[in-house]
């Protein structure tokens, strides 16, 4: 039993009771339709024309020209309809929530992202929808709002805590706790209780899958280095999941370093935190000395949480991946350079991949590929990091 | 026999149901909540509930979750509740204690650690919210090399032949079974099929049952005792002494507790 919902020693199923009904009811729903062919026609149906996916691997000439070394490419999930990755798994869940005869989608969302892509398969799929979000990340992620509003969702602040991802997450457990007859929870990333993990991971690996293809068809070979940024980490296990059986490609996973690790206010849980059991899995967590989970800090709201899904645990354990901290200056400068050398606005999230591609490409030679998951586009952003620069002086 | 097993044969015997009560601890502080525990013990409560105070507590309703925010600022922790705990082990030989915590703040402290100074300051058994049957062993091991053993929950979700798995290795315990889906916290009603479903319960997994979440009123307490061992109150108690964190509150809860 341990190897199923387990990576290693991480993940599990660490949740009320109440819960692993629901949970085995959702796991047996999800491994029925992955056998089932008419499920999966749909769901590349809609990838196809309601995303608009395959996404482009763009060579970014101008921006690898001014590295030096290696020829970056992106891969641009951030040109999803809905502007990111997360779109890819809530199709996904929403296709099985219907399946599964269930009327009303609640999510916890960071940066909004995946509340609007929730929020977006509910309208096409007419089911309701409500969306718990940090009341910080309400402020600084207004747009997104106005954007769940749009759509018909229900935006629930919550104001416990330090207002932002994991006390949206807590309050969405207790939701789903009251309500779990009705309602299906869309968990957003690699995190949670099994299967939460692993059906995210799948719904996502679309990415890695159609990157891999697309690096071999265009360039005849396999990337040096998949560079990818992790809060709970499912654009990077989304496109980590295309080359895992390829030794030879460099996995690297970005976490939120904020203001440094060595200063404590940062979202770097592999990097900087310890073993440790958060909503439902067993993994690399921000804690204090008495177990108490502490309030993590990044510029981007999407990153900033303290745990991290079960798998990349084990990637970092077994070696298969490494894990580095970007801070929020690195990432802020990261953001400008894209935008300028390239005319593309990143999301302040994969601006963190963006950055340490800027520092290995370098290191490389002109023959070799860097492919970064661009995750989001960053007009989400805008406020955020005008208010950085303001509070900095830039 | 332990003091849960003792517990229980003597309630047998007499004919009577068993009133656990739940406390956050370090509420608003360690010593406070020491003189709570004294009060409602002395008025009548059969099962001590000590609850360790977690930041994240995604099983609980505004009033524990409130209690536990507080006292947490206040320095609660693990350590200090043991240290409670041992103080009033000395008071009370016979009551049996259950710490009743979420697995993190365990967990982190060390599991071997956690089972050697528990056992030491008198606790019977831990009831980890968030810790399933599936998840359950590496808890259980060092618990039961300490002589201690671990309360599982039962939820409205659960079905039957799952409540025998989970009773299976721990009829040393008692089930404590959740009487409605949600957060904890006193309810207006309580599901009119609970009778039916503590029935079924304790003869599926021939333990002892006491139910608990919802219950904040005599009428209620009575009414499920009909159909089980007992029950638990916890978020009522809790309320009393947000509201009067003082010798009134103290007095109140001795009221409270008389009044079951």
Known sequence: MKNRTHYGIYGGQYVAETLMTPLAELERAYFEAKKDPSFQAEFDSLMKHYVGRESPLYHAERLSGFCGGAKILLKR???????????????????????????????????????????????????????????????????????????????????EGSGTLKDAMNEALRRWITEVEEAFYVIGTVAGPYPYPMMVRDFQSVIGIEARRQCLEEYGKLPAEVIACVGGGSNAMGIFAGFLEDPSVRLIGVEAGGKGIETGEHAASICGGRLGVLHGSKCYLLQTDEGQIVDTYSVSAGLDYPGVGPEHCLLHDTGRAEYVAINDDEAIHAFDMLSRYEGIIPALESSHAVAEALKRAPNLSGDDLIIVNLSGRGDKDMQSVKNYKAQKGL | MNRIQTLFAKAKAENRSIFTAYLTMGYPDMAFSEKAVEALIDHGVDIM???????????????????????????????????????????????????????????????????????????????????????????????????????????????????????????????????????????????????????????????????????????????????????????????ILLDNPNDEGLKKIAEFASSF
Not at chain 2, 55 to 60: I, L, V
Not at chain 2, 131 to 156: D, G
């Open chain 1, 77 to 159: 999930e951030d040109l999803n309809h809905t502007g990111a990755h997360k779109i890819n798994n809530t199709i996904g869940q929403a296709l099985l929530a219907k399946r599964m005869g269930k009327k009303k989608l609640f999510a916890e969302t960071g940066a909004g992202m995946h509340g609007v892509a929730t929020a977006t398969v509910a309208a096409l799929f007419g089911m309701e929808c409500e969306v718990f979000m940090g009341a910080v990340d309400v402020e600084r992620q207004a747009p997104n709002v106005e954007r769940m509003r749009t759509l018909g969702a229900k935006v629930t602040a919550v104001t």
């Open chain 2, 49 to 239: 509930e000590f609850g360790v105070p977690f930041s994240d507590p995604m099983a609980d309703g505004p009033v524990i979750r409130d209690a536990a925010r507080i006292a947490l600022q206040n320095g609660a922790n693990l350590k200090k509740i043991l240290a409670s705990i041992a103080r009033l082990r000395k008071r009370y030989p016979t009551v049996p204690f259950i710490l009743f915590s979420y697995y993190n703040v365990i967990f982190s402290y060390g599991l071997e650690r956690f089972a050697e100074e528990a056992e030491q300051a008198g606790v019977d058994a831990v009831l980890p919210v968030d810790v399933v049957l599936e998840e359950r062993e590496e808890l259980l091991e060092p618990l039961r090399r300490h002589n201690m053993t671990i309360v599982p929950l039962v939820a409205p979700t659960t079905h039957l032949d799952r409540v025998a798995e989970i009773a299976r290795g721990l009829e040393d315990s008692f089930l404590y079974v959740i009487t409605v889906n949600g957060v904890t916290g006193a309810r207006a009603e309580l599901p009119h099929e609970l009778t039916r479903r503590l029935h079924d319960i304790r003869q599926v997994s021939g333990m002892p049952v006491l139910a608990g979440f919802g219950i904040g009123k005599p009428e209620q307490a009575e009414a499920v005792c009909r159909a089980c061992d007992g029950f638990i109150v916890g978020s009522a108690i809790v309320k």
